[in-house]
């Protein structure tokens, strides 16, 4: 069974940064498009950011716009959430998502202190 693996979340102060991994368990995010989610506690998921398959066009949600950046690298079947000037607010249980096949990774939880 494919699975999608999120790595690379952590306890970490206002303004620093992370970088969040999401790796696919076999060749399969190549050819397709890929979602950044993120749920704070209390709220609704939502989506941060989206890639294309080639990795050409991108989207943000407009709370992270300039601060997140994400990427892929098809080769190693892994995309990537570079975050940076990281706030508060940003803390939530970050997912990879693969619309394509309706795929969710475990999450992994990013924690941002003031």
């Known amino acids: 069974q494919v699975q999608l693996v999120e790595s690379g979340g952590g306890l970490v102060q206002a303004g620093d940064s992370l970088r969040l991994s999401c790796a696919a368990s076999e060749r399969t995010l190549s050819g397709y498009v890929m979602d950044w989610f993120r749920q704070a506690p209390g709220k609704e998921r939502e989506l941060v950011a989206q890639?294309?398959?080639?990795?050409?066009?991108?989207n943000y949600a407009s709370s992270v716009k300039g601060r997140f950046t994400i990427s892929r690298d098809n080769l190693k079947n892994t995309v990537y959430l570079q975050m940076n000037s990281l706030k508060p607010e940003d803390t939530a249980v970050y997912y990879c998502?693969?619309?394509?096949?309706?795929?969710w990774g475990q999450g992994t939880l990013v924690t941002v202190s003031s």
């Open positions: 890639i294309s398959s080639a990795g050409i066009n991108v």
């Open positions: 998502f693969l619309p394509g096949r309706k795929l």
